[in-house]
């Protein structure tokens, strides 16, 4: 009896303990653990790096800025790929269900948020580069050379449809621009 007990204490080497720890895995999009993190990585690279490469054509990235912000834009595509397949496989296992459980409810969490950002990131491009073509245009119109990045920042104010200046909530003036 007590052979037994001790033949069942589970692993214990380290590579032993690392694939034990990744017995309770499902689908890895919320993992932390630096194991988990590797093997989804090593899943997903293949698929990453197409997605990616295609997003960089698309995009032509002109400077650093922009290179992350398509890396992120291809990370949220292949996220929500992955979200997509998971969804498929929890939906092929119960298919008769009227109410969606708690894992499906989960992905789906997950899923609207990796789109919020992925629409997020995309919006983020698409200001900065409206402000870069701005700034060449004045740069021209001024004989100035200041560089476009120097001008475009994250934070530079949102300017909305009415004319509000939304992070700071008051009309935009000349120098908004």
């Known amino acids: 009896m007590l052979t037994e007990a001790k033949a069942k204490t589970g692993p214990r080497t380290p590579e032993g303990k690392r694939r034990s720890s990744m017995n309770a895995l499902k ?13 989804i990585a090593k899943e997903l690279e293949s698929n990453f790096n197409k997605v990616h490469a295609d ?17 992120r834009v291809s990370e949220c595509l292949v996220k929500l790929d992955t ?15 009227t109410r969606p459980n708690m894992s499906m409810q989960s992905l789906q ?11 997020r990131t995309i919006a983020t491009i698409n200001k900065k580069r409206e402000a870069d073509r701005k700034a060449i245009q004045y740069n021209r119109r001024t004989n100035s050379h200041q560089s476009p990045e120097s001008i475009w920042t994250p934070e530079s104010p949102e300017i909305t449809g009415n004319g509000l200046c939304r992070s700071i909530g008051r009309r935009r003036t000349n120098t908004d621009w």
């Open 27 to 39: 689908h890895g999009l919320t993992a932390v653990s630096p194991q988990a993190q590797e093997i």
């Open 55 to 71: 997003m960089m054509e698309y995009y032509r990235p002109q400077d650093n800025l922009e290179k992350e912000l398509v890396r």
């Open 83 to 97: 979200c997509r397949q998971m969804e498929k496989k929890i939906t092929a296992r119960n298919p008769e269900s």
């Open 109 to 119: 969490r997950y899923m609207h948020s990796t789109d919020l950002q992925l629409h």
